[in-house]
């Protein structure tokens, strides 16, 4: 009787879990038929732009995004298909101008720099852009700068202090439990591995870190001066003091144009399009525009394509994910384009600390095939150091925006060793057999001898050999002279230009025409975008599966959840890497 009821009750629960699931299929297609089809834009419209969601290089097809039921995945803006519709939006007779929302925008500078650089470029239309926050963090109001007019709310605050980055250390804590880390590396400013080593920034990593955000911060200090109309010395002088600390104090610096409730903005946004005070205003959303736009560029009449082939996260081995970059997905892409006689050129586009230098080598190699075919121009986007910069350096030519983070060669190696946590804390013991003396190397449940220390040392130093002399080749410079700047040293953009990582500044503009260059195509090409998306219910499985649980575990663990996170890279890094010094947030 109790398996009855064991069995009655699975089979009910079964049928629920299946006529659920069918019904957020049956939903997801309902909002998907929408999608594609050409949205009808009213006359003397404003295209409404709120920068506060994250920011992806390429928009992951979200059939939900317009919906609201637990589990529904965060929407996401993509920088690619955003830039699209700015640019739409600027031979779009219709469009008026454009509305820009945003407080807390979750964005690279580098990011920031391709949308400013659309947004700059949509006012050579002679339309305008407005900009209006309750706050302005130091990312959002970089956004802001290039617009007409900058509202902020007259109780408002305006972050214009500079950045920093503020990095965890672990040696404490793995002291505490007991665990003893196992670190292998090469180079001084392979900082990687200091966490768990050490209490503090050493001085090789201060040093680094300390050059390139100066770099990012005077660049990004330069441009806003002059979108504000304002000298450079002042402008710092404003940041490096925190001279802004209200509302009012940036209307009298000059850094917004005026103080203003919402529905003050709005009265703005109406006298601006010449209609009446009681008049409702045309808001068309980024979302609901951007359904009209086409999968092409311009000249889609042209059997010429230049592939661009997205790669964004940590490196690692297999398929990866939308939020990393697999050596799998990738090499079957550049593949792809490689045989696509269609292809004219490759563009590899490269947001990535690093992670996996076997899958970061992996990727080199199906490169290199594709550059003995076809031009491949490197562009990088917020980051792309270490086995980012492994990835950039076989291309013909690299492309760095001047706030881009770059750099990084250099190699590590990270285990640990439990044994006394275990012992100590769990009462747990380990023992065993094996057959040859290194059989059980890097187990994690007893120290390394010397000898297994000199062989995982030994693979650490011929990886970083391999690496530079792969890195002095891709850059054609001597060995000697690009260990100069390896070392597993961070640069800027700007610096990574000074000293020959990079060739040229820009973003994936600048290398879809550095493309095209080569190819010697001219403007007679249309962009093939690889890889290829995930079909609907591809998406719907991993919607409702692995980023439910995230967000359910982001719910439940509130202000510990970036902790796990951090754990959870931990876990991911053990093992032979080139990935960044240190994971770091700019604020």
């Known amino acids: 009787m109790r398996s009855f009821f064991k069995y009655t009750l699975a089979t009910i629960f079964g049928l629920f879990l299946f006529l659920f699931i069918g019904l957020i ?14 949205v009808s834009v009213k006359d003397n419209s404003v295209l409404k732009i709120k920068l506060d969601g994250p920011i992806v290089e390429r928009e992951v097809e979200n059939p939900f995004e317009n919906l609201d039921f637990p589990g529904a995945p965060e929407s996401n803006i993509g920088l690619y298909e955003l830039k699209k519709a700015i640019l739409k939006a600027k031979e779009d007779p219709k469009i008026k101008g454009i509305f820009l929302e945003g407080s807390f925008a979750r964005i690279g500078y580098a990011t920031n720099e391709e949308i400013r650089t659309a947004l700059l470029d949509f006012k050579k239309s002679k339309k305008f852009i407005y900009s209006y926050g309750e706050y302005f963090s130091e990312a959002s109001f970089y956004t802001a700068a290039v617009s007409d007019s900058i509202f902020l709310n007259p109780e408002g605050l305006i972050e214009f202090n500079g950045i920093s980055t503020n990095i965890p250390f672990f040696k404490g804590t793995l002291e505490k439990l007991e665990i003893q880390p196992e670190v292998f590396r090469v180079g001084e400013f392979k900082s990687a591995v200091e966490p768990f080593l050490r209490e503090n920034m050493s001085d090789a990593n201060r040093l680094q870190a300390t ?95 230049i592939a661009i082939i997205f790669g964004q996260g940590e490196i690692g081995s297999g398929k990866g994910d939308e939020g990393s970059i697999g050596s799998e997905k990738i090499c079957e892409a550049l593949e792809k384009a490689r045989n696509d ?28 095939l594709t550059k003995k075919v076809k031009p491949i121009i490197a562009s990088m986007s917020d980051v792309a150091a270490s086995g980012g910069y492994y990835m950039a350096m076989g291309c013909d030519k690299i492309v760095a925006h001047p706030n881009t983070i770059t750099g990084s060669i250099g190699v590590f190696g990270l285990m640990f060793n439990a044994q006394n946590m275990f012992k100590n804390k769990l009462g747990i013991t380990f023992d065993g057999v094996k057959t040859g003396n290194y059989s059980d190397i890097g187990e994690g449940t007893r120290p390394f001898t010397a000898g297994e220390r000199q062989i995982v040392q030994h693979e650490v130093d011929k990886i970083y050999e391999t690496f530079t002399t792969k890195a002095a080749e891709g850059r054609k410079m001597k060995v000697e002279d690009l260990k100069k700047i390896a070392g597993g040293r961070v640069w800027s953009g700007l610096e990574a230009k000074q000293n020959g990582l990079v060739d040229e500044l820009g973003g994936i503009e600048k290398a879809i025409e550095l493309a095209a260059q080569q190819a010697k195509i001219g403007k007679d090409y249309r962009i093939k975008l690889l890889p290829v998306e995930k079909n609907f219910f591809e998406q719907l499985m991993t919607q409702l599966g692995g980023e439910a649980k995230i967000k359910f575990m982001q719910m439940e663990l509130g202000e510990l959840y970036p902790v796990l996170s951090q754990i959870k890279k931990i876990q991911r890094m053990e093992g032979i890497q080139a990935r960044m010094p240190f994971d770091f947030i700019l604020n």
């Open 25 to 38: 299929i049956l939903i997801g297609i309902g909002a998907s038929a929408g999608k594609g089809n050409e």
């Open 211 to 305: 050059s390139f955000l100066n770099s990012i911060n005077n660049y990004n200090i330069t441009q806003v001066a002059q979108n504000r109309s304002l000298t450079y010395e002042n402008t710092k002088l404003l940041s490096d003091s925190m001279k802004v600390r209200s509302a009012s104090d940036a209307v009298q610096l000059g850094l917004i144009s005026k103080t203003a409730y919402s529905d003050q903005v709005m009265s703005s946004i109406r006298k601006k399009l010449g209609i009446g005070k009681e008049d409702e205003i045309n808001f068309i959303t980024y979302n609901k525009y951007k359904n009209g736009e086409s999968k092409e560029e311009e000249g889609d009449v042209s059997s010429n394509k």
């Open 341 to 368: 006689k269609k292809v004219k050129a490759v563009v590899l586009r490269i947001n990535s600390p690093g992670g996996s230098a076997l899958a970061s080598d992996v990727m080199w190699r199906e490169i290199q």
